[in-house]
Protein backbone atom coordinates (compact mmCIF):
# COMPACT_ATOMS: atom_id res chain seq x y z
CA UNK A 1 0.00 0.00 0.00
CA UNK A 2 1.65 3.18 -0.90
CA UNK A 3 1.04 6.34 0.67
CA UNK A 4 0.72 9.94 -0.69
CA UNK A 5 2.96 12.10 0.06
CA UNK A 6 2.40 14.72 2.91
CA UNK A 7 1.46 18.16 1.78
CA UNK A 8 2.86 19.94 5.07
CA UNK A 9 4.78 22.95 5.09
CA UNK A 10 7.86 21.10 6.01
CA UNK A 11 7.98 19.01 3.30
CA UNK A 12 7.58 21.35 1.03
CA UNK A 13 10.44 23.28 -0.85
CA UNK A 14 11.60 26.75 0.18
CA UNK A 15 10.25 28.36 -2.83
CA UNK A 16 6.71 27.23 -2.16
CA UNK A 17 7.07 27.87 1.57
CA UNK A 18 8.43 31.07 0.40
CA UNK A 19 5.94 32.44 -2.47
CA UNK A 20 2.84 29.81 -1.59
CA UNK A 21 0.03 32.05 0.38
CA UNK A 22 -0.75 29.57 3.65
CA UNK A 23 -3.72 31.81 4.29
CA UNK A 24 -6.53 33.02 2.08
CA UNK A 25 -6.00 36.68 1.49
CA UNK A 26 -2.60 37.02 3.26
CA UNK A 27 0.42 37.35 1.11
CA UNK A 28 3.69 34.73 1.29
CA UNK A 29 6.38 36.11 3.18
CA UNK A 30 8.68 36.08 -0.12
CA UNK A 31 6.20 38.49 -1.77
CA UNK A 32 5.31 40.60 1.44
CA UNK A 33 9.68 41.09 1.41
CA UNK A 34 9.15 42.01 -2.36
CA UNK A 35 6.12 44.16 -1.70
CA UNK A 36 7.29 45.99 1.17
CA UNK A 37 10.98 46.76 0.02
CA UNK A 38 9.20 48.05 -3.40
CA UNK A 39 7.16 50.12 -1.09
CA UNK A 40 9.90 51.72 1.36
CA UNK A 41 12.08 52.11 -1.65
CA UNK A 42 9.22 54.00 -3.52
CA UNK A 43 8.18 55.99 -0.04
CA UNK A 44 11.78 57.30 0.36
CA UNK A 45 11.82 58.41 -3.19
CA UNK A 46 9.00 60.52 -3.01
CA UNK A 47 9.90 61.64 0.26
CA UNK A 48 13.28 62.64 0.11
CA UNK A 49 12.51 65.95 -1.74
CA UNK A 50 10.86 67.42 0.95
CA UNK A 51 13.63 66.04 3.39
CA UNK A 52 15.77 68.27 1.16
CA UNK A 53 13.70 70.93 1.26
CA UNK A 54 13.44 70.82 4.94
CA UNK A 55 17.17 70.44 5.71
CA UNK A 56 18.08 73.20 3.34
CA UNK A 57 15.63 75.44 5.41
CA UNK A 58 18.70 75.15 8.48
CA UNK A 59 21.65 75.83 6.29
CA UNK A 60 23.59 78.47 5.74
CA UNK A 61 24.73 79.91 2.63
CA UNK A 62 28.32 77.93 2.20
CA UNK A 63 26.04 74.70 2.99
CA UNK A 64 24.12 75.01 0.10
CA UNK A 65 26.84 76.09 -2.45
CA UNK A 66 29.78 73.42 -1.26
CA UNK A 67 27.01 70.94 -0.68
CA UNK A 68 24.81 68.59 -1.52
CA UNK A 69 24.85 67.69 2.79
CA UNK A 70 22.07 66.05 3.73
CA UNK A 71 22.86 64.96 7.85
CA UNK A 72 22.92 67.94 10.30
CA UNK A 73 25.61 67.99 12.75
CA UNK A 74 27.35 65.43 10.32
CA UNK A 75 27.83 67.13 7.02
CA UNK A 76 26.87 70.80 8.36
CA UNK A 77 25.69 72.96 11.30
CA UNK A 78 22.08 73.51 11.23
CA UNK A 79 21.27 77.36 11.69
CA UNK A 80 17.96 79.42 11.93
CA UNK A 81 18.62 82.59 9.99
CA UNK A 82 16.79 81.78 6.94
CA UNK A 83 13.75 81.45 9.86
CA UNK A 84 14.86 84.07 11.21
CA UNK A 85 14.71 86.50 8.32
CA UNK A 86 11.82 85.66 7.05
CA UNK A 87 9.82 85.62 10.22
CA UNK A 88 11.50 88.43 12.17
CA UNK A 89 12.92 90.65 9.25
CA UNK A 90 10.77 90.37 6.65
CA UNK A 91 7.87 89.23 9.39
CA UNK A 92 4.96 92.06 7.76
CA UNK A 93 5.39 90.45 4.22
CA UNK A 94 4.90 87.28 4.86
CA UNK A 95 2.42 87.16 7.39
CA UNK A 96 0.58 89.19 4.99
CA UNK A 97 1.06 87.21 2.17
CA UNK A 98 0.30 83.59 4.28
CA UNK A 99 -3.10 85.36 5.60
CA UNK A 100 -3.97 85.78 2.26
CA UNK A 101 -3.54 82.59 0.93
CA UNK A 102 -5.47 80.83 3.81
CA UNK A 103 -8.79 82.95 3.13
CA UNK A 104 -8.84 82.98 -0.24
CA UNK A 105 -7.77 79.28 -0.59
CA UNK A 106 -10.49 78.49 2.20
CA UNK A 107 -13.34 80.96 0.98
CA UNK A 108 -12.56 80.10 -3.07
CA UNK A 109 -12.45 76.39 -1.72
CA UNK A 110 -15.66 76.28 0.44
CA UNK A 111 -17.43 78.61 -2.08
CA UNK A 112 -16.45 75.83 -4.87
CA UNK A 113 -17.41 72.74 -3.25
CA UNK A 114 -20.91 74.52 -2.44
CA UNK A 115 -21.88 75.55 -6.03
CA UNK A 116 -20.13 72.49 -8.03
CA UNK A 117 -21.90 70.15 -5.71
CA UNK A 118 -25.17 71.03 -6.33
CA UNK A 119 -24.55 71.72 -10.48
CA UNK A 120 -23.39 67.79 -10.13
CA UNK A 121 -25.90 66.60 -8.46
CA UNK A 122 -28.35 68.19 -10.61
CA UNK A 123 -27.23 67.16 -13.74
CA UNK A 124 -26.75 63.53 -12.37
CA UNK A 125 -30.80 63.59 -11.24
CA UNK A 126 -32.68 66.14 -13.33
CA UNK A 127 -32.72 65.96 -17.28
CA UNK A 128 -31.74 69.24 -18.92
CA UNK A 129 -32.53 70.15 -22.41
CA UNK A 130 -31.72 73.58 -23.30
CA UNK A 131 -32.54 75.19 -26.50
CA UNK A 132 -29.40 76.20 -28.72
CA UNK A 133 -31.05 79.19 -29.63
CA UNK A 134 -31.64 80.40 -26.31
CA UNK A 135 -28.13 80.03 -25.07
CA UNK A 136 -26.92 82.07 -28.34
CA UNK A 137 -29.22 84.65 -27.52
CA UNK A 138 -27.79 84.91 -23.40
CA UNK A 139 -24.44 84.79 -24.99
CA UNK A 140 -24.93 87.33 -27.68
CA UNK A 141 -26.63 89.39 -25.30
CA UNK A 142 -23.84 89.28 -22.66
CA UNK A 143 -21.36 89.80 -25.24
CA UNK A 144 -23.45 93.56 -26.23
CA UNK A 145 -23.55 94.28 -22.77
CA UNK A 146 -19.37 93.85 -21.90
CA UNK A 147 -18.89 96.06 -25.06
CA UNK A 148 -20.91 98.64 -23.69
CA UNK A 149 -19.55 98.53 -20.68
CA UNK A 150 -16.34 98.87 -21.75
CA UNK A 151 -16.58 100.95 -24.96
CA UNK A 152 -19.13 103.75 -23.86
CA UNK A 153 -18.08 103.67 -19.89
CA UNK A 154 -21.80 102.42 -18.82
CA UNK A 155 -22.08 101.47 -15.03
CA UNK A 156 -21.22 97.55 -15.16
CA UNK A 157 -24.35 97.14 -12.63
CA UNK A 158 -27.34 98.70 -14.59
CA UNK A 159 -25.85 97.44 -17.72
CA UNK A 160 -25.64 93.63 -16.96
CA UNK A 161 -29.82 94.44 -15.22
CA UNK A 162 -30.66 95.85 -17.97
CA UNK A 163 -29.25 92.62 -20.18
CA UNK A 164 -30.82 90.32 -18.15
CA UNK A 165 -33.85 91.89 -18.90
CA UNK A 166 -33.75 92.19 -22.42
CA UNK A 167 -32.93 88.57 -22.25
CA UNK A 168 -35.35 87.41 -20.18
CA UNK A 169 -38.27 88.97 -22.62
CA UNK A 170 -36.72 87.40 -25.38
CA UNK A 171 -36.11 84.30 -24.47
CA UNK A 172 -39.74 84.08 -23.71
CA UNK A 173 -41.07 85.55 -27.57
CA UNK A 174 -38.70 83.81 -29.23
CA UNK A 175 -37.83 80.31 -27.08
CA UNK A 176 -40.74 78.55 -29.01
CA UNK A 177 -39.19 78.52 -32.40
CA UNK A 178 -35.81 77.23 -31.56
CA UNK A 179 -35.81 73.67 -31.85
CA UNK A 180 -31.85 72.06 -31.67
CA UNK A 181 -31.91 71.20 -27.60
CA UNK A 182 -28.91 70.34 -25.79
CA UNK A 183 -28.62 67.45 -22.70
CA UNK A 184 -27.08 66.67 -19.70
CA UNK A 185 -23.87 65.48 -21.70
CA UNK A 186 -23.24 68.53 -23.54
CA UNK A 187 -23.46 70.70 -20.64
CA UNK A 188 -20.82 68.52 -18.31
CA UNK A 189 -18.46 68.81 -22.17
CA UNK A 190 -18.69 72.11 -22.07
CA UNK A 191 -17.94 72.68 -18.57
CA UNK A 192 -14.74 70.41 -18.38
CA UNK A 193 -13.39 72.04 -21.32
CA UNK A 194 -13.72 75.76 -19.58
CA UNK A 195 -10.75 74.14 -17.25
CA UNK A 196 -8.96 72.24 -20.09
CA UNK A 197 -8.56 76.13 -21.60
CA UNK A 198 -4.84 77.45 -20.86
CA UNK A 199 -5.66 80.10 -18.17
CA UNK A 200 -3.33 82.81 -19.94
CA UNK A 201 -5.72 82.73 -22.78
CA UNK A 202 -8.35 84.72 -20.53
CA UNK A 203 -6.03 86.16 -17.62
CA UNK A 204 -5.96 89.24 -19.53
CA UNK A 205 -10.03 89.49 -20.08
CA UNK A 206 -10.63 88.76 -16.35
CA UNK A 207 -8.03 91.50 -15.62
CA UNK A 208 -9.78 94.04 -17.95
CA UNK A 209 -13.02 93.16 -15.86
CA UNK A 210 -12.32 93.22 -12.60
CA UNK A 211 -10.20 96.66 -13.51
CA UNK A 212 -13.52 98.17 -14.69
CA UNK A 213 -15.23 97.00 -11.54
CA UNK A 214 -12.73 98.50 -9.58
CA UNK A 215 -11.94 94.95 -7.31
CA UNK A 216 -7.83 94.43 -8.37
CA UNK A 217 -6.12 93.73 -6.04
CA UNK A 218 -8.64 92.29 -3.46
CA UNK A 219 -9.25 88.87 -1.68
CA UNK A 220 -12.58 89.12 -3.42
CA UNK A 221 -11.41 89.08 -7.38
CA UNK A 222 -8.82 85.86 -5.98
CA UNK A 223 -11.59 83.89 -4.00
CA UNK A 224 -14.35 84.55 -7.26
CA UNK A 225 -12.03 84.08 -10.16
CA UNK A 226 -10.78 81.10 -8.25
CA UNK A 227 -14.24 79.23 -7.83
CA UNK A 228 -14.86 79.52 -11.43
CA UNK A 229 -11.42 78.11 -12.64
CA UNK A 230 -11.86 74.94 -10.25
CA UNK A 231 -15.53 74.79 -10.44
CA UNK A 232 -15.63 72.39 -13.65
CA UNK A 233 -13.13 70.18 -11.89
CA UNK A 234 -15.84 69.82 -8.85
CA UNK A 235 -19.05 69.21 -10.72
CA UNK A 236 -16.87 66.94 -13.10
CA UNK A 237 -15.72 64.54 -9.95
CA UNK A 238 -18.64 64.94 -8.32
CA UNK A 239 -21.21 64.35 -10.74
CA UNK A 240 -19.36 60.65 -11.03
CA UNK A 241 -19.64 60.23 -7.12
CA UNK A 242 -23.57 61.23 -6.91
CA UNK A 243 -24.45 58.71 -10.09
CA UNK A 244 -23.02 55.80 -7.91
CA UNK A 245 -25.36 57.10 -5.10
CA UNK A 246 -28.81 54.58 -5.28
CA UNK A 247 -32.06 56.68 -5.52
CA UNK A 248 -33.68 54.31 -3.67
CA UNK A 249 -34.03 56.52 -0.50
CA UNK A 250 -33.83 60.02 -2.25
CA UNK A 251 -37.20 58.50 -3.26
CA UNK A 252 -38.25 57.07 0.13
CA UNK A 253 -37.60 60.52 1.77
CA UNK A 254 -39.62 62.35 -1.59
CA UNK A 255 -42.58 60.30 -0.46
CA UNK A 256 -42.25 61.50 3.06
CA UNK A 257 -42.66 64.81 1.37
CA UNK A 258 -38.71 65.55 2.12
CA UNK A 259 -37.83 69.28 -0.66
CA UNK A 260 -34.96 68.36 -3.26
CA UNK A 261 -32.59 70.33 -1.41
CA UNK A 262 -33.23 68.55 2.39
CA UNK A 263 -32.61 65.34 0.66
CA UNK A 264 -29.38 66.77 -0.97
CA UNK A 265 -28.67 67.99 1.84
CA UNK A 266 -29.64 65.49 4.56
CA UNK A 267 -29.34 62.00 2.68
CA UNK A 268 -26.88 62.43 -0.65
CA UNK A 269 -23.91 64.57 0.77
CA UNK A 270 -23.56 62.89 4.11
CA UNK A 271 -23.34 59.58 1.42
CA UNK A 272 -20.81 61.57 -0.91
CA UNK A 273 -18.85 62.07 1.58
CA UNK A 274 -15.77 60.34 0.58
CA UNK A 275 -15.80 62.42 -2.34
CA UNK A 276 -16.23 65.42 -1.00
CA UNK A 277 -13.62 65.19 0.69
CA UNK A 278 -11.00 64.31 -1.87
CA UNK A 279 -12.35 67.01 -4.42
CA UNK A 280 -12.28 69.61 -1.48
CA UNK A 281 -8.68 68.61 -1.00
CA UNK A 282 -7.74 68.69 -4.60
CA UNK A 283 -9.30 72.32 -5.27
CA UNK A 284 -7.69 73.34 -2.12
CA UNK A 285 -4.30 72.32 -3.79
CA UNK A 286 -5.00 74.17 -6.59
CA UNK A 287 -6.33 77.35 -4.91
CA UNK A 288 -3.16 77.27 -2.62
CA UNK A 289 -0.61 77.31 -5.60
CA UNK A 290 -1.99 79.28 -7.93
CA UNK A 291 0.44 81.66 -9.59
CA UNK A 292 -0.53 83.18 -12.95
CA UNK A 293 -4.16 84.46 -12.27
CA UNK A 294 -2.43 85.70 -8.54
CA UNK A 295 0.41 87.28 -10.75
CA UNK A 296 -2.23 89.63 -12.62
CA UNK A 297 -5.45 90.32 -10.26
CA UNK A 298 -3.69 90.90 -6.69
CA UNK A 299 -0.02 93.45 -6.33
CA UNK A 300 0.51 94.14 -2.46
CA UNK A 301 -2.84 93.85 -0.75
CA UNK A 302 -4.12 90.33 -1.91
CA UNK A 303 -0.46 89.01 -2.80
CA UNK A 304 -0.63 85.43 -1.95
CA UNK A 305 2.51 82.87 -0.47
CA UNK A 306 3.12 81.59 -4.44
CA UNK A 307 3.72 85.53 -5.16
CA UNK A 308 6.17 85.52 -2.51
CA UNK A 309 7.94 82.70 -3.46
CA UNK A 310 8.55 84.65 -7.29
CA UNK A 311 9.79 87.61 -5.67
CA UNK A 312 12.05 85.93 -3.86
CA UNK A 313 13.36 84.14 -7.34
CA UNK A 314 13.43 87.52 -8.88
CA UNK A 315 15.91 88.95 -6.02
CA UNK A 316 19.21 90.90 -6.75
CA UNK A 317 21.28 88.50 -5.20
CA UNK A 318 19.90 85.28 -7.39
CA UNK A 319 18.11 82.40 -6.05
CA UNK A 320 18.14 81.98 -2.23
CA UNK A 321 17.74 78.33 -1.69
CA UNK A 322 17.40 78.57 2.30
CA UNK A 323 14.94 81.43 1.94
CA UNK A 324 12.69 79.39 -0.34
CA UNK A 325 12.86 75.86 1.67
CA UNK A 326 11.78 77.84 4.05
CA UNK A 327 8.73 79.68 2.75
CA UNK A 328 8.39 75.69 0.97
CA UNK A 329 7.73 74.18 4.13
CA UNK A 330 5.88 76.48 5.35
CA UNK A 331 3.47 76.14 2.39
CA UNK A 332 3.24 72.65 2.92
CA UNK A 333 2.09 72.70 6.27
CA UNK A 334 -1.93 73.78 5.64
CA UNK A 335 -2.11 70.81 2.75
CA UNK A 336 -0.13 68.19 4.84
CA UNK A 337 -2.76 68.84 7.62
CA UNK A 338 -5.55 68.72 5.87
CA UNK A 339 -4.87 65.66 4.12
CA UNK A 340 -4.22 63.89 7.27
CA UNK A 341 -7.73 64.85 9.02
CA UNK A 342 -9.28 63.62 5.38
CA UNK A 343 -7.30 60.67 4.80
CA UNK A 344 -10.18 57.93 6.03
CA UNK A 345 -12.44 59.62 3.55
CA UNK A 346 -10.02 60.48 0.80
CA UNK A 347 -8.96 56.27 0.71
CA UNK A 348 -12.33 55.96 0.22
CA UNK A 349 -13.30 58.29 -2.49
CA UNK A 350 -10.41 57.17 -4.31
CA UNK A 351 -11.74 53.72 -4.33
CA UNK A 352 -15.77 54.66 -4.85
CA UNK A 353 -17.37 53.67 -8.08
CA UNK A 354 -13.80 51.62 -9.08
CA UNK A 355 -15.73 48.09 -8.76
CA UNK A 356 -19.13 48.45 -10.27
CA UNK A 357 -21.52 45.60 -11.44
Not at 29 to 52: D, E, H, K, M, R
Not at 81 to 104: G, K, M, P, Q
Not at 245 to 268: C, H, M, N, Y
Amino acid sequence: MTTEPSLSPMNRSLFARLFTPQVIGKMPPGTQFFVYTALILWSLFVLFPIYWVFITSFKEAVDVNRGPFFIPWVDFTPSLHAWRELFIIDYEDTLTAYANSIVIALFSTGLCVMIGSMAAYALARIQYKPKFGTIALFVGIMIVASVAIAKAGLDWRIAMAVAIAVFVVLARALGPKFKASLGNGDILFWMISQRILPPIVVVVPIYMMFQNVRLLDTHLALILTYSVVNLPIVVWLMYDFFVSIPKDLEESAQLDGATRFTTFWEIVLPMARPGLAATTLLVMILAWNEYLLALFISTTKAQTMPILVAAMNAGERGILWWSMSVVIVVMIIPVVAMAIVLQRFISKGVLLGAVKG
